[in-house]
């Protein structure tokens, strides 16, 4: 059984610093591109960033290019996204999701595999 957990989210003001975890198992973490997305109350789920299974290929939201950093550990089943200079309108649920591709990544939730439950970032101005 496939499991996605994220973890390290949390309330911050303006400008902080968060980094989110995901922890995979049940599934061959290396076959996997991962990505962040995140949702905000009333609106809809929107791709936050992606890292190819070798992390070679890295792509982001135009809103969060040069504050987020994606990353992941491979041997240790592991995606993280490192979020800096955090503003109001980061607040949302972030989920972590794996999509099964042979190379690049993609941006749209449709292509994902596999979905997290969630963990929320509030960032209070």
């Known amino acids: 059984q496939v499991q996605l957990v994220e973890s390290g989210g949390g309330m911050v003001q303006t400008g902080g610093s968060l980094r989110l975890s995901c922890a995979a198992s049940g599934l061959t973490f290396s076959n996997y591109a991962m990505g962040w997305f995140r949702q905000a109350p009333g609106k809809e789920r929107e791709f936050v960033a992606a890292?190819?299974?070798?992390?070679?290929?890295?792509s982001y939201a135009d809103s969060v290019k040069g504050r987020f950093t994606i990353s992941r550990m491979n041997a240790e089943n592991s995606l993280y996204l490192e979020m800096n200079n955090l503003k109001p309108e980061d607040t949302a649920v972030y989920y972590c999701?794996?999509?099964?591709?042979?190379?690049?990544?993609?941006?749209?939730?449709?292509?994902?595999?596999?979905w997290g439950r969630g963990t929320q970032v509030i960032v209070s101005s």
């Open positions: 890292i190819s299974w070798t992390g070679g290929v890295r």
């Open positions: 999701a794996a999509d099964e591709r042979d190379y690049g990544v993609e941006s749209r939730p449709s292509e994902y595999d596999h």
